[in-house]
């Protein structure tokens, strides 16, 4: 007997505020494009290298905003044309996209720092002082903005990530700015330059590390797998669980699918509803699959030890670790074995 359940409820948060989200971002970006224009200009004018970078940064921060918008849209249409689960992970795609930008601009700001701290040209300190303030007062702005939308999405977290790190570029920039005005020491705009460099990289760097994970069908970064085999595992009736797959569809939305074996002649009904409930109330996962089925009498025995063992192979090709029902003087103490009662969603 078995029994094939499909859940997907839509239980995900960051659905419910995208208005809000899209409002918030949107104002972002107004505020980043009409500093970004005038600081390109002045930093030209001055000819410091961190209000340049600051302004390539920002330019990444507008692209990183239009991307995070354009991603929403599409991950918000309906599943159709074969992708079952619609276009969610677009906004992973965004996410890869703008943390790849910020390290190849980190690259680039890295090797030119060098060179300026080698060769340091002129720079004018007053101006890159007033801009670097501006800067500040924008970016506190812009970061106070995206903080209000719904940072859980890696999407809008790789926006939020661009904002932050280039607030913290213009408090290094202002700085040596100051520094070049009151000293005339001009390597230390070079200096700031390569800070901004260093966090660019590790701000890209997470992204570009979150957002694979979800390509490679990792299971999210707070789940343990084999833990919640074990878990199901040590459910009244069941015996054995394989082919347990867990992995993000996209930030906020983990999906499950598991082959669950029960004693023979149990209700394969509770023992699903069980599980289902056990994962919702633990990981947090509500989007499931799970196959339930009687084990074949005489599939599974006691060894020496007294661990649980499969005699017959169930699937022909199972995937991955197989999690047994626990040690036969564990079941007869009662140790870990539940029915897990939980109340219904919602309640």
């Given amino acids: 007997m078995s029994d094939n359940h499909g859940h997907h409820g839509h239980g995900h948060g960051h659905g419910v505020s995208a208005h809000a989200d899209r409002r918030h971002l949107g104002g972002a970006l107004a505020l980043i494009a009409a500093f970004m224009a005038v600081e390109v200009v002045i930093g030209v004018i001055a000819g410091s290298l961190a209000l340049i970078s600051d302004a390539g940064h920002m330019l990444t921060d507008a692209m990183a905003i239009v991307l995070a918008l354009v991603a929403m849209r599409i991950a918000a249409r309906p599943p159709r044309d074969g992708f079952t ?47 670097g303030l501006a800067g500040i007062a924008v970016n506190v702005a812009a970061t106070w903005l995206l903080s209000r939308a719904d940072r859980s999405s890696l999407n809008v977290e790789g926006a939020f990530q661009h904002i932050l790190n280039d607030l913290y570029a213009f408090i290094a920039t202002t700085l040596a700015g100051v520094i070049v005005w009151l000293t005339g020491w001009a390597r230390a705009d070079a200096i700031a330059a390569l800070m901004v460099a260093a966090l660019m990289s590790k701000a890209g760097w997470g992204l570009v590390r979150a957002a694979g994970r979800v ?13 919640v085999g074990r878990q199901i595992a040590a459910l009244d009736t069941v015996v054995e669980v394989h082919d347990l797959h867990i992995w993000e569809v996209t930030s906020g939305y983990a999906a499950l ?59 022909a090709d199972p995937h991955g670790p197989t999690h047994h029902s626990l040690r036969r003087d564990e079941m007869a103490a009662g140790d870990g074995r539940t029915g897990h009662r939980c109340t219904a969603p919602g309640e």
């Fill in 85 to 131: 689960y619609g276009l969610k992970r677009a906004e992973i795609i965004s996410a890869q996209a703008n943390g790849i930008t910020l390290l190849l601009l980190a690259a680039y700001f890295t090797v030119e720092g060098v060179r300026r701290l080698i060769e340091p040209p002129h720079v004018e300190g007053l101006f890159v002082v007033v801009t």
């Fill in 215 to 227: 390509f490679m069908e990792a299971a999210p970064a707070e789940v343990n797998p084999a833990e």
């Fill in 257 to 315: 699918s598991a082959h669950v074996l029960v004693t023979p002649g149990a209700d394969c009904h509770a023992a699903r509803l069980a599980a289902e409930c056990l994962l919702r109330e633990g990981p947090g996962i509500m989007h499931t699959t799970l196959q339930v089925d009687h084990a074949s009498p005489g599939s599974h025995a006691f060894d020496d030890d007294g661990a649980l063992r499969r005699l017959v192979q169930h699937c």
